[in-house]
Structures are given as C-alpha cells and as structure tokens.
C-alpha cells in the first residue's frame, strides 16, 4: 500500500471514529437545522400577516374619503319600478359613484326605457346624475323623450321622477314638442299623459298641423 493510500486511510478512521470531527459536525447539525427551520416557519407564518396590515392600510376608512373615485362601471345597468309596479331599465355607457354612503351616480350616455299604458317609451340623454335611493335622473343638457304613438318632447336641464313618470325643469327651459317650440321659467310634464305645463313667462310658437 502506498504511502498516500495509507495517509486517506488514517484520516477516514479518524472522522469516522467516536467523538471524531463527524461526530461533532452532527452534534452541531441537530443544534442548528431545528434553529434555522424555526427561522423559516415564523418567516412563513408572519408574510400573510403582513400583507394583511398592508391592505388593511390602504383600504383604511380616513383613506378612502381621499380617494379620487369610489367606483367606475362601464356599461352600466340599473333596474326598478314605478309607483304602479311596472318596471323601467337606465342604461348607461359608464357610472361613476364617489362614495358608497352617497347614493348618487354620474352616468354618461343615458338611455332609459320605462314602460306606460300604450307601450314602451325611452328617455336618452348625454350626462345625469342618478340617485338610486329615489330613482330620480337630474339631466345636465339635453334630453329627448320619445314615446311608442311618436310622441317626442326635446328640451335640456331636468329632472325625470323614474317611479313618478314626470319630468320637471329645474330652471328656465325651452324645446320641441309636436305642438311647436316653447320656453318658460319652468317645466313640467306628465309624461303618460304628454301633458306639458308651462309656468312663468310661459312662451309657445306653435306649429301648423303639429298635432295630427
């Protein structure tokens, strides 16, 4: 046996032998693994908390008063009844709502079907607000209502009462309607009905054969 085979020889008995270097490396391997898998598993177990925190922070309610916008739909829908039980759809190409404790809503490219007694009818604006709670649609501009018997009423800036059927001016107004072009202080429409009342500095250029 060569003289390096037996310098290996040596030193393997002497890390295999009792209280050897190996048995040292073990005692310290069973007094350390333990400790480092401590370490892992509180890393592990402490993470999701605090993710949470993080969350926890950005949702806080003193944050969320400061926040740009509450919540944006696109393409929103909204359903509801009357006062009479019948059903009415406002459909809107997006809804903007600033806060969930106020009910209202900025929606753009309104169209709103609602139902009367002779049929179908729709109500189409650019921009409104619409409070859920009362199912009323405030129209900044204009707003067409145009009926099933062809009945059209072209005016801007009011109020339409979705239970109520009516629609109201919040101002002065003029507009279109099959008996020619009005103005007045204010507004206000049975819509059913297609009765209009003109109040104050009340204004009506009637049109010949208008009314059929």
């Known amino acids: 046996m060569s003289e390096l085979a037996e310098r290996e020889r040596v030193i393997k008995r002497g890390w295999a032998s009792p209280g050897g270097v190996h048995d040292h490396v073990i005692r310290l391997m069973k007094i350390a693994l333990p400790g480092a898998i401590g370490v892992v598993l509180a890393f592990l177990a402490f993470s999701p908390l605090e993710e949470k925190q ?9 944050k969320v008063e400061h926040a740009e916008e509450r919540m944006r739909v ?9 006062s009479r039980g019948r059903p009415f759809i406002l459909n809107a190409r997006s ?11 900025d929606i753009r490219d ?3 079907q609602i139902l ?6 729709r109500l189409v604006a650019r921009e409104a607000r619409y409070d859920m709670e009362v199912d009323h649609v405030d129209v900044r501009g204009p707003i067409l209502f145009t009926a099933a018997d062809g009945y059209r009423l072209a005016t801007r800036d009011v109020t339409v009462d979705l239970r109520g059927r009516t629609l109201a ?18 507004l206000q ?17 009637i049109v010949q054969g208008g009314v059929g």
Request: no cysteine.
């Open 189 to 205: 429409v049975d819509l059913p009905a297609r009765r209009a009342v003109l109040e104050g500095n009340a204004r009506l250029h």
């Open 169 to 186: 001016s919040r101002g002065a107004v003029n507009g279109q309607m099959p008996l020619g072009r009005f103005s007045a202080d204010r």
């Open 54 to 62: 993080e969350v926890s922070f950005l949702l806080d309610k003193n």
């Open 74 to 82: 696109e393409a929103a829908q909204y359903r509801g009844q009357d």
């Open 95 to 105: 809804a903007l709502q600033q806060s969930s404790a106020v009910p209202i809503v």
């Open 110 to 112: 309104m169209t709103a």
């Open 116 to 121: 009367l007694d002779d049929g179908p009818a």
